[in-house]
């Protein structure tokens, strides 16, 4: 029988996952992310953006307000955030600000991810991509179907 | 005797730089925005970073948001975000998604502009600089020299 490590990588990425499900089933574009510090979940967020009326209410952006909240400070330093889509330009340049140690991502964004402007993130903060991120896609691929489907 | 035509870029960069005081007032780096639509301030915001402990609580940020709010819709289109100081790549991200048409700067931000990093801008939003450039710049430099001097 395989263990399951609850404080694996997959573990949180899975934990953003669930928040993009909460997006989904709002009928947002479903990206989730987790901000993780010593082994525990200080910050949550999915896209909020059509039931805010706010471009700017990113998953990213939410878990990092609440993470920077929850520490009494705004810098994330020795905190990992894990997030289900490749962050945009706005969100990278959040998560430059905040100097967050290390960002694990599912799926690229080919489209608009902050990657297509060059680096953008801080020079200290690690950065992974492709966990889970067939999940990741095939989540935002049922979303955009379902879209189709309902202006059809 | 000249008339002040209250409905001039000069008048909203005035405003913005009304928004950049009240930072400057809270202790925070003085940059301040306002967003105008049919010669209205639909949208103010001043820098908040630290007293919200959030490092997305930039004057645009609150601003845009605050437009949004106004509209009850997240597209800017048909308005003008005016700011003392040249936007971040945080804030150049967030002005992408709300399509706004039109971005007035007082001065520019050689250290931590969007610019360095290319064009991160919408293609239909217009952009313009050096607007009580003067005015921005001296608030800033009178911050930072107030800020050397308590710390020594």
Chains 1, 2 share one sequence.
């Not at 499900?21 to 082994?39: H, M, R, T, Y």
């Not at 009494?72 to 889509?85: N, P, S």
Request: hydrophobic share 40%; glycine share 8%; aromatic share 8%.
């Amino acid at each position: 029988m395989v263990e399951l490590d609850l404080n694996s990588d997959v573990h949180w990425m899975a934990e953003a996952l669930r928040e993009a499900q909460k997006a989904f089933d709002k009928g947002e574009v479903p990206v989730g992310a987790v901000v993780v510090s010593g082994n525990k979940i200080i910050g949550r967020g999915h896209n909020l953006t059509e039931q805010l009326n706010d471009v700017t209410a990113h998953a990213e952006m939410q878990a990092i307000t609440a993470a920077a909240n929850y520490l009494g400070g705004k810098y994330l330093q020795g905190c990992t955030l894990f997030v289900t889509l490749e962050p945009c330009v706005m969100c990278a340049g959040a998560l430059y600000w905040s100097q967050v140690s290390r960002i694990v991502v599912a799926a690229a964004d080919s489209k608009r991810g902050y990657s297509l402007h060059g680096n953008l993130l801080h020079p200290k903060t690690r950065y992974e991509q492709g966990l889970l991120a067939n999940d990741a896609t095939d989540l935002l691929k049922r979303f955009f179907t379902q879209m189709r489907h309902s202006k059809s």
